[in-house]
């Protein structure tokens, strides 16, 4: 069973970019489907980006689509997210999750979880 990390968050101000890391033990990420999510206080925990087992297809939120950019790394086991121009709005716990299922934007597909990382972005 891979565990996840993550990594790479912090207080920044808007228009500023962080790159959140997620690294993985045990397996190869190729067979998984990854994805970020994210949840500010009071809200639910929502979809970011993710992408698909093999192809590495990527999808978005509509609501960071041209600003954040998920890639992954099959060498070193991990999958990152560039976030950049970060707005208020982008403030929450940032989650890294994997899957063995297809790929999906719910939260409920995906079996294994990060610990998280708090971005915080401030006006």
């Known amino acids: 069973q891979v565990q996840l990390v993550e990594s790479g968050g912090g207080l920044v101000q808007a228009g500023d970019s962080l790159r959140l890391s997620c690294a993985a033990s045990?397996?190869?990420?190729?067979?998984?489907?990854m994805a970020w999510f994210r949840q500010a206080p009071g809200k639910e925990r929502e979809f970011v980006a993710g992408l698909t087992q093999i192809d590495a297809n990527t999808y978005y939120a509509n609501s960071v689509k041209g600003r954040f950019t998920i890639s992954r790394d099959n060498a070193e086991k991990t999958v990152y997210l560039q976030m950049n121009s970060l707005k208020p709005e982008d403030t929450a716990v940032y989650y890294c999750?994997?899957?063995?299922?297809?790929?999906?934007?719910?939260?409920?597909?995906?079996?294994?979880w990060g610990q998280g990382t708090q971005v915080t972005v401030s006006s």
């Open positions: 999750a994997a899957s063995t299922r297809i790929f999906s934007r719910s939260s409920s597909n995906y079996a294994i």
């Open positions: 045990g397996r190869t990420l190729t067979n998984y489907a």
